[in-house]
Each structure stands twice: as structure tokens, then as C-alpha cells.
């Protein structure tokens, strides 16, 4: 056996016997929000492809006009092999449409979050130990970027800013830096935070507000580039990502001209890491430009949201506060969620269980996304499967 497989086999066998164990699936993506697994069409409600854009002629026309002009790789970092003029323009774009006097693409959002927050919260640079205030559903990339810096966390109740103002009350007379961390939408829930609440309370109590607009992006918001910009940006920075709603790959930060200066310097997912491909900055780029004509595909999204919220929410499913296109089944144990999630792709959907360590605690569901190219009668028969397997 090579070398320290038992220990690997033994972990994986204990997450087999918890129900816990995860797999990578081969599937095909024949269109938009359909999806064939083991020769079966389902359709896909499990995707944050909201828009169906990774299927847009204009981001393949580009990523192939960008993979031509400029070749399929980046070949190092930015620091290294250079700065190419398209991510550069892609970067001014994505500043001026989050009114941010600078952005700063990075490779994916997982990175971003983990390495910029590591910069962020690194006490070497800070003029005392950081103290962070997060909301407890915060992704795991935040929660990965303070453990590398080994900052405290505080973690508040899930959009309550009451909890959140009595944490930053109760530890006023910390001297160090104090950060706010926060989604906009959140990634398993598709509820919204308070943001003009959170800006208010990061100025009352000079905090830097960290937002991360990653499901927002493309689909809600003033021309649809999300919900965070602006006033959110004097207090701190917003993160977004590419390769959900805007069907390609990759994440910006938005934020002042000397933090971005900063990151350049401090953050290793800059520093050290291979820079966008052209093709991916060509996707990204289309997309980004794309997002302000998209009004009637965000509407058609918002209104199968609307349905899907509504029939489950007729049928005693629980929805949370989901008032996005996110909208989760919460059915409590693993073994509920799986069950249904087994009579769902039996009726011809893909609806994905999520359970803890991503949700908490006996809140495990189907998190289900809603997308512009779903039918009504597809989400009425989704939620009659849905309904039957309860
Ligand atoms: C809120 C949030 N932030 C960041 C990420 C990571 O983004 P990416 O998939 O681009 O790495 C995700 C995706 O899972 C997310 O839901």
C-alpha cells in the first residue's frame, strides 16, 4: 500500500460509516440548467450559474478572442511575467461599476477570501492584534484566511446586528484593529444582509467592514453587479467573484487605490500565484459587460425564485429567510436530506444535499438554486417530487 494510505482510508472510512462521505461525479452539460449524470437528463437546480452565462456565445467569443491575442496561459504572477492590459481593463471596469476607486482580480473566491483576509489581519502590519466580528455563516474561505493569520473570531448570531452590535459594545476597549465579516447574500441560506446596518455600525465603532458580494453579483443590485458598492467601500472593501453568475471564473476585490497597492505587496494569492489565463479574463470580461442588459433574465430568475419560495413555503417546507435565488429545503437530518435528494434525480432533478460541516448542525437540505432557464412547470414538478419524498 503507498505509503500512509491507511491513514487516509481510515478517515475516509469513518466518514463513509457518518453518512458523510463525499464524491466527485462525472456529468455532462448538455444547455443551460440541465445536466446528465450516468446517461440520465436532469434538470439542474444545483448550479450558480444563475443566468446559464457560461453558455453565452459572447464569453466563449471572447475567452477564444483573448486565448488567441494573448495565449491559453499566464505563465507566472502578475509580479512577475507582467501586468496584461486586459485584466487591467477588466479591473477598471469592475471598479467603476462598484463605485471603488480601484479592483484587484484574483484567481477564485476561495482564494481571495483566504488570502486577502490573511493580509488583511497579519498583526505584523497592524498596529495591534486584530479582533474579527463574524457572522457565524460566513464561507469557509473567511474563516480560512483568519486561521492562517491566527486571528481571534467572535462570531455573532446569523444577521442579527443587535448580537453583533453588543460584541463590538462588549470589546470597545480593544486597542487593536476591529473587522466586520459579512456575505451579502449568504452562499446556503439565499437570505441578505442588513449592509446600510452593517456600514452603520463598522463606522460607529470604526471597524473595517469586509463584505463578500459573491452571490449577489450578476443578479441583484443597481444594474445587477450586486449589492454591496459605493458607501460599503468607505468602510472597509467588497469582494465578488466571476464564475457564478457571470458563468466564467475568478474574483475581484474592490476597494481604495492604497489598499489594492497593499495587497499587490502583502497578499500571497497575488503574490504567489499564477495569474488569470486570457481565455478566463476574456469570459469574465464579456460577462462583465454583459451584466447591465440582463434585466429580463434577472427578472424571469427572481420570479422562479419567487415560485419556488412560494410552493415550498405552501407545502410546510422550511425555507429560511431565503429572498434570492438561493432558496434551501431544510429537512434537518443528513439522512432526510439525502433520502430526498434520491427520490429528486429518481424524478429527474439535481438538487444537492448539503450537510454539516457546511450547514450547521441538523439543518442539513437541499440547497436549491433557482435559474433564469428553469420553467415554472419544472419547478411545480420539483416541488411535487420534493414534496412526495417528505
Ligand atoms: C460566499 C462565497 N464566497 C466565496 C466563494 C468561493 O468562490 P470561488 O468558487 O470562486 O472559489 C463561494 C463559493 O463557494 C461563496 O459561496
Given at each position: 500500500m503507498p505509503r500512509f494510505d491507511e491513514i487516509w482510508e481510515l478517515e475516509l472510512r469513518r466518514r463513509e460509516e457518518a453518512g458523510r462521505l463525499r464524491r466527485l461525479r462525472a456529468?455532462?452539460?448538455?444547455?443551460?440548467?440541465?445536466?446528465?449524470?450516468?446517461?440520465?437528463?436532469?434538470?439542474?437546480?444545483?448550479?450558480?450559474?444563475?443566468?446559464?452565462?457560461?453558455?453565452h456565445p459572447a464569453l466563449a467569443e471572447r475567452a477564444a478572442l483573448f486565448a488567441g491575442r494573448w495565449g491559453t496561459g499566464s505563465g507566472a504572477s502578475r509580479l512577475v511575467t507582467g501586468n496584461l492590459e486586459p485584466l487591467e481593463a477588466l479591473e477598471r471596469k469592475v471598479a467603476r461599476a462598484k463605485g471603488a476607486e480601484a479592483a484587484l482580480v484574483l484567481a477564485s473566491g476561495w482564494?481571495?477570501?483566504?488570502?486577502?483576509?490573511?493580509?488583511?489581519?497579519?498583526?505584523r502590519t497592524l498596529p495591534g492584534e486584530p479582533l474579527v466580528f463574524a457572522d457565524e455563516l460566513c464561507h469557509a474561505s473567511m474563516r480560512q484566511g483568519c486561521k492562517t493569520a491566527r486571528a481571534r473570531v467572535l462570531s455573532y448570531r446569523h444577521l442579527d446586528l443587535d448580537h453583533l452590535e453588543s460584541l463590538l459594545r462588549a470589546h470597545a476597549a480593544h486597542a487593536g484593529p476591529r473587522f466586520v465579516l459579512s456575505e451579502t447574500v449568504f452562499s446556503m441560506d439565499g437570505d441578505r444582509a442588513d449592509v446600510p446596518g452593517l456600514i452603520e455600525l463598522a463606522d460607529r465603532y470604526g471597524a473595517f467592514l469586509y463584505l463578500d458580494?459573491?452571490?449577489?453579483?450578476?443578479?441583484?443590485?443597481?444594474?445587477?453587479?450586486?449589492?454591496?458598492?459605493?458607501?460599503?467601500?468607505?468602510?472597509?472593501?467588497?469582494?465578488g467573484t466571476f464564475g457564478k453568475a457571470l458563468g466564467a471564473f475568478g474574483a475581484f476585490v474592490a476597494c481604495s487605490r492604497r489598499l489594492r497597492d497593499f495587497l499587490v505587496n502583502r497578499c500571497s494569492g497575488i503574490v504567489y500565484s499564477t495569474a488569470l489565463p486570457p481565455p478566463v479574463i476574456g469570459a469574465a470580461d464579456a460577462a462583465w459587460d454583459l451584466v447591465p442588459a440582463l434585466d429580463a433574465e434577472r427578472k424571469r430568475l427572481h420570479e422562479n425564485a419567487r415560485h419556488l419560495r412560494a410552493r415550498l413555503s405552501a407545502a410546510g417546507v422550511d425555507v429560511g429567510r431565503s429572498s434570492t435565488q438561493i432558496v434551501p429545503a431544510i429537512l434537518g437530518s443528513d439522512e432526510r436530506a439525502i433520502r430526498v435528494a434520491t427520490a429528486l434525480r429518481e424524478a429527474g432533478f439535481l438538487g444537492l444535499p448539503i450537510r454539516p460541516p457546511t450547514v450547521p448542525e441538523g439543518t442539513s437540505r437541499i440547497r436549491l438554486s433557482a435559474s433564469a432557464h428553469h420553467q415554472l412547470a419544472e419547478i411545480d414538478r420539483l416541488v411535487d417530487a420534493l414534496v412526495a419524498a417528505l
Open positions: 456529468v455532462e452539460r448538455p444547455a443551460e440548467s440541465r445536466i446528465r449524470e450516468g446517461g440520465r437528463l436532469l434538470v439542474d437546480f444545483s448550479s450558480n450559474d444563475y443566468l446559464g452565462l457560461s453558455r482564494q481571495a477570501n483566504a488570502s486577502v483576509l490573511a493580509a488583511l489581519l497579519d498583526p458580494d459573491a452571490h449577489a453579483v450578476g443578479v441583484l443590485g443597481e444594474d445587477g453587479y450586486g449589492l454591496a458598492g459605493g458607501e460599503a467601500l468607505r468602510a472597509g472593501l467588497v469582494v
